[in-house]
């Protein structure tokens, strides 16, 4: 396994604009459908206290963005920016067959250079994106810098089970499985699929996320385990 991941912005760009079209079917088939679990209890835990406005930084296919907006019962103002255009194109069909009649806006923005005003939302929040980012303390520092002062920053991220038995068995599962599954039915000149394992195994997880946090500018940093630790949700406040 290489030492370093290539992690940027036009590979990753093009890593997950050749596997869009599959995006959404392997992320429920590969967690069995828990990865909608986790952005559902994320929306629950950190929710827009005055309605918003949020966004949704690299959201992909807009999954997070439509769960806050389905939390705030249609009404909570939504904005979801990502840099890779196919991912955009079926968020942006989600969002018409949900019928979120423009409380979500999607914008083709690269998320260490947001093209929004300081202070400007009450949530930011990102889901399974920050990993990908080229430069994580700028990442981190973008999405303080756009959050209002008071508001919250979330971060869900992919993390390792406690325990030995549960820790081998999906170590075996996450690192042998998974790739080779992901390969087949979403082939790719990128690797997308053994890129995820490295990623996750090098990316600073818990306090070492929780630290770099709070250097970011945030406050009062917590986190909480989900499915025994598989994923993790960290929350600063600004």
Not at 224 to 236: N, P
């Amino acid at each position: 396994m290489p030492s370093t991941i290539d992690k940027s912005a036009a590979r990753v760009r093009r890593m997950f604009g050749e596997i869009a079209w599959r995006y959404d079917l392997l992320n429920r088939l590969l967690s069995m459908g828990i990865d909608r679990r986790w952005r559902r209890r994320t929306v629950q835990l950190v929710p827009p206290a005055e309605g918003g406005p949020v966004l949704d930084i690299c959201t992909g296919t807009g999954d997070l963005a439509l769960a806050y907006w389905r939390l705030g019962g249609g009404k909570t103002q939504v904005v979801g920016a990502d840099f890779c255009r196919p991912m955009l194109a079926i968020g942006s069909r989600k969002c018409r067959h949900a019928g979120t009649e423009g409380h979500i806006g999607l914008v083709e923005a690269d998320a260490l250079c947001l093209p929004f005003a300081a202070g400007q939302f009450e949530i930011v929040a990102v889901a399974f994106g920050l990993r990908n980012q080229s430069d994580t303390d700028r990442g981190l520092r973008e999405m303080v810098r756009v959050c209002r002062p008071g508001g919250r920053v979330a971060v869900l991220e992919f993390s390792m089970p406690q325990g030995r038995l549960l820790g081998t068995l999906y170590g075996w599962y996450f690192h042998r499985v998974l790739p080779r599954l992901g390969e087949a039915l979403a082939r790719n000149r990128q690797a997308a699929y053994n890129y995820l394992p490295a990623s996750v195994d090098r990316f600073p997880r818990h306090e070492a996320l929780a630290e770099r946090m709070r250097r970011a500018g945030l406050d009062r940093v917590r986190y909480h385990l989900f499915t025994f630790g598989i994923a993790t949700l960290y929350v600063g406040v600004k």
